[in-house]
């Protein structure tokens, strides 16, 4: 199954199909679908106290918290999923996390965003190596800094580049007057629609939409700009929508164009 809403995977609840076996006429009004890696629903998690509950009863039981996604590489909110806190949830990528030990508001990989079967027998777009499993985004820029001062410098400039591009995303008619050879990719590829729509989507929804194909942004050429993300949406081989929808594969759409 797959939600009508946010088109992620779905499974039946184990505890509302129990419940509806016995004829529970509460469990019937509550019966819901759980997230595909769950064996229950948000009800019966206790995400959510109950269905037809007013919007402030139900958000009262829900606790998020804002840090950085060792998955999708944003500063965003992160639902917690039990109680202790240890397992947490990505709002933006899907992608199961927990609070790094050593970075304070960072989130550390813990279980991949659910994407699409096709997408999954491929693996996860730049997320191929099994060692970067477990790492928060602060642990892996400072992993790979020769020095701890050079470190700090290079999460400084992500941080400050995140917040400069979201300053930049209202600018919409600015984003669509650049000329670049994304645009022009796109042009040449009769996409220039689609094109337009993604590059000038909020940044976190653009993110969303490429951890459900399977693309990781943050570790491709050209994060943070609104063309080259919206053009890996669409040309990434064997993930992204123009691939998806060429019958035969897709597999030209990034022939003979630079990574």
Not at 5 to 11: H, P, S
Not at 65 to 94: N, S, T, Y
Request: charged fraction near 30%; proline fraction near 4%.
């Amino acid at each position: 199954f797959s939600c009508g809403g946010c088109a992620r995977r779905t499974v039946r609840c184990e505890t509302c199909e129990r419940s509806a076996d016995v004829d529970d006429a509460a469990a019937k009004e509550n019966y819901a679908f759980a997230k595909a890696g769950d064996a229950k629903c948000a009800r019966c998690l206790g995400v959510v106290y109950d269905w037809n509950a007013p919007r402030d009863v139900n958000e009262g039981l829900t606790r998020t918290e804002p840090a950085w996604c060792g998955w999708c590489g944003e500063l965003c909110a992160h639902l917690v999923r039990e109680k202790g806190g240890a397992k947490c949830q990505c709002l933006v990528c899907g992608g199961g996390t927990a609070p790094c030990e050593r970075c304070p508001g960072s989130m550390r990989t813990r279980e991949r965003p659910i994407v699409s079967r096709n997408v999954s027998r491929n693996g996860l777009s730049g997320m191929r190596r099994p060692s970067t499993t477990g790492t928060c985004l602060r642990c892996e820029v400072m992993r790979a800094s020769p020095s701890d001062d050079e470190a700090m410098a290079v999460w400084d400039a992500v941080r400050s580049r995140r917040a400069a591009a979201d300053v930049a995303a209202v600018r919409v008619r600015d984003v669509l007057a650049r000329r670049t050879r994304w645009s022009r990719a796109a042009d040449n590829a009769g996409a220039w629609r689609p094109f337009a729509l993604l590059a000038t989507l909020p940044p976190r929804e653009r993110v969303r939409i490429a951890a459900r194909l399977g693309i990781r942004l943050c570790r491709e050429r050209g994060y943070l700009d609104p063309h080259a993300e919206a053009w890996r949406v669409l040309a990434t081989r064997g993930r992204g929508i123009l691939a998806r929808a060429d019958a035969g594969g897709g597999g030209g759409a990034l022939e003979g164009f630079g990574r």
